[in-house]
């Protein structure tokens, strides 16, 4: 079954730091990895997506950056802030399908 | 984005019984997606449901368990049939846009 490999499941940065979140996907029908941002008691919310026509999309803090060959993608937030403290998920569309498969999630707790 | 009202928002359940969860979405979408979360899990896609055809499940669901309806473009509900213990996890539907899904909020779902 296709997966979605996520690392590291828990991270802890200081406030200001840069938190880094790595995903590694098999193999896709079409290209287009989003990650998304879930608060507790809340449902996953996108965060920023990349078209990997492009190897790196940049918003604000938040960059993705895409390495094609590899097959891996990751998510960069720079100068965190406690309020990025929940979980991401990467999310990859599966082979053949409309479907994402879900990485799963790294818990980010950034210290004030 | 779309916006997505789920509920309810959390629920206790006996074993043995059934819950109803319904979304409802504020805009019409071809497809509507129920994922589940355990605790502290990643998203798992139960089904997806089309408007007007019987919901198409993954690998691991059957209807019989989590029979689903899509009345209409805006609407659809997830039964969780004879529920047990195992069943207590975070319910969501989610709609594709063109970014990728827009989440509900999620049912939490406790089966005692």
């Known amino acids: 079954q296709q997966q979605v490999k996520q690392s590291p499941q828990s991270l802890i940065v200081q406030k200001g730091g840069i938190s880094i979140i790595n995903c590694a996907y098999e193999n896709t029908a079409f290209d287009y990895f989003p990650w998304y941002q879930q608060f507790p008691g809340k449902g996953p919310a996108l965060l920023i997506a990349i078209r990997p026509d492009v190897s790196e999309k940049k918003e604000g803090r938040f960059t993705i950056s895409f390495n094609k060959s590899a097959k891996q993608f990751s998510l960069h937030i720079m100068d965190s802030q406690p309020g990025d403290s929940a979980t991401y998920f990467c999310?990859?569309?599966?082979?053949?399908?409309?479907?994402?498969?879900f990485g799963t999630g790294t818990r980010l707790k950034v210290l004030a | 984005s779309a916006v997505i009202s789920q509920k309810p928002s959390r629920d206790i359940c006996q074993r043995g019984t059934s819950l109803t969860i319904q979304c409802q979405v504020d805009?019409?979408?071809?497809?509507m997606f129920w994922y589940r979360q355990q605790p502290g899990q990643s998203l798992t896609l139960i089904a997806t449901a089309n408007q007007g055809s019987e919901a198409t499940y993954e690998s691991g669901f059957v209807i019989d368990k989590f029979p689903i309806s899509r009345p209409n473009l805006t609407f659809s509900t997830l039964t969780v049939s004879n529920m047990s213990p195992e069943d207590s996890s975070i319910y969501l539907c989610?709609?594709?846009?063109?970014?990728?899904?827009?989440f509900g909020s999620g049912t939490r779902l406790t089966v005692v």
């Open positions: 805009s019409q979408v071809t497809m």
């Open positions: 999310a990859a569309p599966t082979s053949g399908t409309y479907k994402y498969i």
């Open positions: 989610s709609v594709e846009e063109g970014d990728g899904y827009t």
